[in-house]
């Protein structure tokens, strides 16, 4: 790995293992989720309430950052770490799959993808060497390559065209990042969810040479049951050393089956996203906080649950503060969120290094089978 960077494997249960990836600003314990900080904050959320829930590691949006306040700004400002206050690590995306999902406002060529903002319409290009200029300009520890995702439904010749640019575009990537001890750059596996294209995509990308290995072009819709057989075979096609990240996962039963399939690393805006509209996560399932059942009820949320949400205010309360778009709404439900999904992380990482993760999976499965409590 890049200079300043290890993974260790430190058990495996079946496909899924756990372990850590060091990194110069710490210790990335896997399987790891990362909280996603769009627009250089996880929204609701101070930094350091972020690092109590327990992550590690956060996410940054190319796309968002190089419009808004742009990269340069940010590494006059001292970089990406600096500005948010955040100096663990931080991984960056590529902006290629934002790009692309802009639809018309976007222009695909070999060279890259030509754009208009969605803020101001200013044109804009993105190309593998102007992402990793951007991503080295945020500061960011681990970079990842810029490829394109197609849009579904695709063909699968359409699936192979895109992921061989894709490939071209991860030698770019590789050349333009250099030699930049301290930083990671990952590559970024397609294919779609044809088998043979996962394979040849997996093995341009191992020619080449990768810190750690993303399963891209999955989680846009295609569903789980094609997601997970996806990952029935893709991890494999990558080294066993290095940390593989499936991008863009998910629910936490995405989570699970991911981790079962040997997936290291994952990110959502699920958790913040939902938990801004009033929708929490227990183990007992989803939670609809807007719900008028919870209008009388003086119980907290998760009474299993070490959070501040749940420590310190009653189901009642979070509904009214939901119902009254106040601010701590998302603040609480936000927290607990995340909050959750870490406890989640933390039992698949003791589960695997104990050989019961079949057993931890019945019992959050059969949790979940459970459904919320009883209204009162
Ligand atoms: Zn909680």
């Known amino acids: 790995m890049a200079t300043g ?3 260790t494997v430190a058990a495996t249960d079946g496909a899924a293992r756990t372990g850590a990836i060091k990194t110069p600003r710490g210790e990335i ?3 790891a989720f990362m909280p996603v900080g769009t627009a250089a904050t996880v929204k609701a959320m101070l930094p350091e309430s972020v690092r109590a829930t327990g992550a590690d590691i956060l996410l940054g949006n190319t796309y968002h950052l190089m419009l808004r306040p742009t990269a340069e700004r940010i590494a006059a400002l001292g970089g990406l770490h600096r500005f948010m206050n955040w100096d663990r690590p ?5 902006g290629g799959f934002q790009v692309m999902s802009l639809g018309p406002l976007r222009k695909l060529t070999e060279e890259g993808v030509r754009f208009s903002s969605h803020l101001d319409g200013s044109k804009h290009m993105l190309t593998p060497e102007r992402s990793m200029e951007i991503q080295a300009l945020l500061g960011s520890d681990i970079v990842m390559c810029f490829d394109e995702c197609p849009a579904l439904p695709a063909t699968e010749a359409e699936v192979a065209k895109s992921m061989r640019l894709s490939m071209r575009w991860a030698q770019r990537s590789r050349d333009a990042f250099g030699d930049r001890p301290g930083h990671a750059l990952f590559g970024i596996m397609q294919g779609g ?4 294209l996962r394979q040849e995509s997996a093995k341009a990308l191992t020619d080449i040479g990768f ?3 993303a399963v891209g072009g999955l989680a846009v819709g295609e569903g789980q049951e094609a997601m997970f057989s996806v990952l029935d075979y893709a991890p494999g096609f990558l080294p066993a050393d290095k940390p593989r990240y499936l991008m863009g996962v998910g629910k936490p039963d995405d989570i699970v089956g991911a981790v079962e399939r040997g997936i ?3 990110d959502c805006v699920l958790p913040s996203r939902s938990g801004r509209t009033g929708q929490a996560w227990t183990p007992r399932g989803q939670v609809n906080l807007r719900n008028a059942r919870h209008k009388d009820d003086p ?13 310190g205010y009653s189901r009642a309360y ?4 939901v119902k009254s778009d106040e601010i701590i709404g998302s603040m609480l439900l936000t927290w607990h969120n995340l909050h959750y999904y870490q406890v989640l992380m933390q039992g698949l990482r003791d589960a695997i290094a104990v050989g019961r993760l079949a057993g931890f999976v019945a019992s959050f499965h059969a949790g979940r089978a459970s459904g919320d409590i009883d209204p009162l």
Not at 193 to 196: F, G, I, L, P
Not at 302 to 311: H, I, Q, V
Not at 318 to 321: A, E, R, T
């Open 5 to 7: 960077f290890t993974f």
């Open 299 to 311: 119980r907290p949320l998760d009474e299993s649950c070490t959070c501040p949400a749940c420590t």
């Open 29 to 31: 314990r896997t399987p």
């Open 90 to 94: 931080i991984l960056t995306d590529s």
């Open 193 to 196: 969810v044809t088998r043979d």
């Open 318 to 321: 979070l509904h009214h503060v």
């Open 211 to 213: 810190d750690g290995y």
């Open 264 to 266: 290291d690393m994952m």
